[in-house]
């Protein structure tokens, strides 16, 4: 992340509410097969959570969580309506390039991750921007899921419950 003053200022949560909601499909840059990877975690949950369709943009794996992986964002079958970002910030200058390509309609950088530069650019382009914010953790907070283990556990209460 760079250390440069952040000027930029990000959608409203119902504005991100918004573009969770409008959205049907989510493309992952940087989805990972490995379990302890975040990209994974978020990739997990938004299969098994919601009504998204999913590809993942990996040009090393062969498939990811049962489903085939993309090279690059200009091999999807369709326009994602979210471009979901797992990179290093040297990288977000060229995923900003392939998602206006490939004609997204959200560039979302997830936790972590501000790019000035490509946030301009990117609105630029006619995209929403989305930095700096979990897809997953924002999904699970408009939803009802958020829990501290990142799980819904079904009780309403606010004593912190015991899971076995």
């Given at each position: 992340m760079s250390t440069a003053e952040r000027t930029w200022t990000g959608p409203s949560a119902p504005e991100r509410l918004s573009l969770l909601r409008e959205a049907k499909s989510i493309a992952i840059v940087g989805a990972s097969d490995k379990p302890s990877r975040a990209s994974y975690f978020v990739a997990t949950y938004l299969q098994s959570s919601t009504r998204?369709?999913?590809?993942?943009?990996?040009?090393?794996?062969?498939?990811?969580?049962?489903?085939?992986?993309?090279?690059?964002?200009?091999?999807?079958?369709?326009?994602?309506?979210?471009?979901?970002?797992?990179?290093?910030?040297?990288?977000?200058?060229?995923?900003?390039?392939?998602?206006?390509?490939?004609?997204?309609?959200?560039?979302?950088?997830?936790?972590?991750?501000?790019?000035?530069?490509?946030?301009?650019?990117?609105?630029?382009?006619?995209?929403?921007?989305?930095?700096?914010?979990?897809?997953k953790i924002e999904h699970a907070r408009f939803h009802g899921g958020l829990h501290l283990a990142g799980f819904d556990t079904g009780v309403i209460s606010s004593k912190r419950q015991v899971l076995a």
């Amino acid at each position: 992340m760079s250390t440069a003053e952040r000027t930029w200022t990000g959608p409203s949560a119902p504005e991100r509410l918004s573009l969770l909601r409008e959205a049907k499909s989510i493309a992952i840059v940087g989805a990972s097969d490995k379990p302890s990877r975040a990209s994974y975690f978020v990739a997990t949950y938004l299969q098994s959570s919601t009504r998204y369709k999913l590809y993942f943009v990996n040009p090393v794996a062969e498939e990811i969580l049962g489903q085939p992986t993309y090279a690059s964002l200009a091999d999807l079958p369709e326009s994602p309506d979210i471009v979901d970002v797992f990179r290093k910030h040297d990288d977000l200058p060229g995923v900003l390039d392939e998602a206006v390509d490939a004609g997204a309609s959200t560039l979302w950088l997830q936790l972590g991750s501000w790019h000035e530069e490509v946030a301009a650019g990117a609105e630029a382009a006619g995209l929403n921007v989305v930095m700096d914010r979990c897809v997953k953790i924002e999904h699970a907070r408009f939803h009802g899921g958020l829990h501290l283990a990142g799980f819904d556990t079904g009780v309403i209460s606010s004593k912190r419950q015991v899971l076995a």
